[in-house]
Nanobody, 124 residues
Framework: VQLQASGGGLVQAGGSLRLTCAAS????????MYWYRQAPGKQRELVAA???????NYVDSVTGRFTISRDNAKNTMYLQMHSLQAEDTAVYYC???????????????????WGRGTQVTVSS
């Protein structure tokens, strides 16, 4: 499975962007999906998470401004970002917890998968 993030760009402070993460290839069961971001000189941080059932969680700094969602039928996840601030400037990555069924042994194997990032730049 491959994850591809898109939708980044340059936006003025106060503006909005919508990021998309699409899964392609051979797709197993996708459990929890995540958005991470990494700003220059900083560690990668978890921004938001969403379970297959739609339960969500956010880092405090984006609560009320960002909304994570997913379309399970399309194997796609979104991050709607409003009221963007200069501090939101980062490369945004999608990540997913996968579950593969090994038919021959009827066992499940877990895997974590990273996608390529998309740059979000907020000008102040």
């Amino acid at each position: 499975v491959q994850l591809q993030a898109s939708g980044g760009g340059l936006v003025q402070a106060g503006g909005s962007l919508r990021l998309t993460c699409a899964a392609s290839g051979t797709i197993p069961s996708i459990r929890v999906m995540y958005w991470y971001r990494q700003a220059p000189g900083k560690q990668r941080e978890l921004v938001a998470a969403i379970t297959s059932g739609g339960r969500t969680n956010y880092v405090d700094s984006v609560t009320g401004r960002f909304t994570i969602s997913r379309d399970n039928a399309k194997n796609t996840m979104y991050l709607q970002m409003h009221s963007l601030q200069a501090e939101d400037t980062a490369v945004y990555y999608c990540n997913a917890d996968l579950l593969w069924l090994i038919v021959e042994s009827q066992t499940w194997v877990a895997e974590n998968c990273w996608g390529r990032g998309t740059q979000v730049t907020v000008s102040s």
